[in-house]
């Protein structure tokens, strides 16, 4: 049974930052990648941050320079740091892992909230 638990988010004032865990039950190397997801209220899902098992990292646009995708192998958790928050990137977190590459996402985690604002 392969579960995403996510934590760390919460209320933040711009230019503030959070820094979100992705345990995962099983080891983070079983996967192809790992990423986090948001989805903002009246929009849809949009990606943000992967890592693959080989270490390689991906970002959305809107986030490069801001935020970072890392792990601790020992823990097998994944972390999203996320620096000079703005009202924007306020939305519901999601973990996900990926079997294989060219393939959809496996398995979600059930998201933390965060919420950018004064």
Same mark, same amino acid.
């Not at 345990?23 to 099983?26: E, H, I, K, L, M």
């Not at 986090?36 to 899902?45: C, D, F, I, L, N």
């Not at 809107?62 to 970072?68: A, H, N, P, Q």
């Not at 996320?82 to 996900?96: F, K």
């Given at each position: 049974?392969?579960?995403l638990?996510?934590? %760390?988010?919460?209320?933040?004032?711009?230019?503030?930052?959070l820094r979100?865990s992705c @345990?995962?039950? &099983?080891s983070i190397?079983?996967?192809f990648?790992?990423g986090? *997801?948001?989805? @903002?209220?009246?929009?849809?899902?949009e %990606?943000?941050a992967?890592i693959?098992?080989?270490?390689?990292?991906n970002? @959305?646009?809107?986030?490069?320079?801001?935020?970072?995708?890392?792990?601790?192998?020992?823990?097998n958790?994944?972390y999203?740091q996320?620096?000079?928050?703005?009202?924007?990137?306020? @939305?519901?977190? *999601?973990?996900?892992a990926?079997?294989?590459?060219?393939?959809?996402?496996?398995y979600? &985690?059930? &998201?933390?909230?965060?919420?950018?604002s004064s």
């Open positions: 049974q392969v579960q638990v996510e934590s %760390g988010g919460g209320l933040v004032q711009p230019g503030g930052s979100l @345990a995962v039950s &099983g190397f079983s996967f990648a790992m986090w *997801y948001r989805q @903002a209220p009246g929009k849809e899902r %990606g943000v992967t693959t098992s080989d270490g390689n990292t970002y @959305a646009d809107s986030v490069k320079g801001r935020f970072t995708i890392d792990r601790d192998n020992a823990e958790t994944v999203l996320m620096n000079s928050l703005n009202p924007e990137d306020t @939305a519901v977190y *999601y973990c996900g990926k079997k294989r590459a060219y393939y959809g996402w496996d979600w &985690g059930k &998201g933390t909230l965060v919420t950018v």
